[in-house]
């Protein structure tokens, strides 16, 4: 990946579970297809597995600011209460395919003794193919960027208060079976 960055937003939602409960890496190298989906009217499909060395991934495909975006997360830190996963991302535009670096780091601190605050933090770099297709296009990185940025940063306003939920419905069932 390279150090220039296209997008980079945050968003935070409440997660209604006490934080000991809660277990971000597993909900997200376990998140089912259609749990997934009903995050986000933008989501397609996710699923999982592990990468050639072993380490777990999170497979997710989704639209971003009419992009197809086909994601291969790699987990780089695979904590119970922070995840940060990294991937060099697919992307379908209109006139081609390209690639996008991506961090996702999700996180959780606790807030009192029923609720945490969940934050979602996406970065997206330029790769070598990035600038190979935006010269193509002829489009000045300024406006790429902030096009990228835009639709990046409505999207993950959307996607948390949802990941929220459903990561508090997991923790939340915990206490059913315990």
Not at 20 to 45: G, K, M, N, Q
Not at 90 to 102: E, H, N, Y
Not at 132 to 140: K, L, Q
Request: with cysteine; aromatic share 6%; charged share 25%.
């Amino acid at each position: 990946m390279n150090d220039t960055i296209i997008t980079e937003s945050s968003a935070t939602a409440i997660v209604n579970a006490p934080i000991e409960l809660v277990d971000i890496a597993d909900w997200v190298f376990t998140l089912r297809d259609a749990e997934y989906r009903r995050c986000s009217p933008a989501h397609i499909a996710a699923g999982f597995t592990t990468s050639d060395d072993g380490r777990r991934m999170s497979l997710n495909v989704e639209t971003i600011g009419g992009h197809l975006m086909v994601q291969h997360y790699v987990e780089d830190i695979g904590e119970k209460h922070h995840v940060r996963l990294l991937s060099t991302s697919d992307v379908i535009t209109p006139t081609g395919r390209t690639k996008s670096g991506v961090v996702w780091e999700l996180s959780v601190k606790r807030l009192d003794a029923d609720r945490c605050e969940l934050t979602n933090h996406v970065i997206g770099k330029t790769t070598p193919e990035y600038w190979e297709s935006i010269g193509r296009e002829g489009i000045p990185f300024e406006l790429a960027r902030k096009a990228q940025d835009v639709a990046s940063s409505a999207h993950n306003a959307q996607e948390t208060p949802l990941f929220a939920k459903s990561i508090e419905n997991k923790a939340l069932a915990k206490l059913a079976v315990e």
